[in-house]
C-alpha cells in the first residue's frame, strides 16, 4: 500500500490531515482526522507608561513551535510594530493620553493570538529643591539616601506645585 498525506491549514487553529491509501489491487480508502495547532503565546505582554514630548519604544515577544511570522496593532496612527514585535510611536507624543492596543500575533502556520495592552503617556513632573546639600540627606534603614522634596516642576509648563 502506498500513503500520500495532504495537510490542509484552516484559521480556527486546527489542521486537517488526510491519508489516501491504496491497495495492490487499486481500492482507495481515505482517512480524515483532525490535529490541533497551538497559537503563539506572548512572552512579556504588559503595560507601560512614557513621558508627554518623549519616544516611546518596546520590543514585545512571543514563542510559537512553528515559528513566530509578523505582529500587527490596532493603532497604526500613534504606533508602529514590525514583525519581530519591536514597537514605536510615529507621532508626536505631545500629551497626556492613555492608548489602549490589542496587538496580535500569528505563527507560521497563521494561527492567531491577540492581547491587549496600555500605554500611559503622562506629564513629567521635575523635583527641584534649590539649596539642598549632601549634609540633607536622610538615610533610611537600608541606607539608601532620600531627599525631603520642598516643591516641584511640571515639566510642560514650569508651573510649581508645592508638596
Not at 60 to 76: K, S
Not at 113 to 127: K, P, Y
Request: glycine share 4%; aromatic share 12%; proline share 2%.
Amino acid at each position: 500500500m502506498r500513503a500520500k498525506f495532504l495537510i490542509f491549514i484552516f484559521a480556527f487553529f486546527i489542521i486537517l490531515v488526510s491519508t489516501n491509501l491504496v491497495s495492490a489491487t487499486s481500492d482507495s480508502y481515505t482517512i480524515n482526522w483532525i490535529v490541533p495547532s497551538e497559537q503563539p503565546t506572548f512572552d512579556n505582554l504588559q503595560n507601560h507608561t512614557s513621558y508627554v514630548n518623549t519616544s516611546f519604544t518596546y520590543n514585545l515577544d512571543a514563542t510559537d513551535t512553528d515559528g513566530i511570522d509578523c505582529f500587527i496593532l490596532n493603532d497604526t496612527s500613534t504606533f508602529n510594530i514590525n514583525c519581530s514585535g519591536y514597537i514605536e510611536n510615529v507621532t508626536s507624543l505631545d500629551t497626556a493620553n492613555i492608548y489602549n492596543l490589542n496587538v496580535t500575533v500569528n505563527d507560521t502556520l497563521n494561527n492567531l493570538n491577540s492581547g491587549l495592552f496600555w500605554i500611559n503617556i503622562t506629564e513629567q513632573i521635575i523635583r527641584n529643591c534649590d539649596g539642598i546639600t549632601d549634609t540633607d540627606l536622610i538615610f533610611g534603614t537600608d541606607t539608601s539616601p532620600y531627599v525631603q522634596l520642598c516643591y516641584a516642576i511640571k515639566f510642560s509648563t514650569s508651573e510649581s506645585i508645592n508638596l
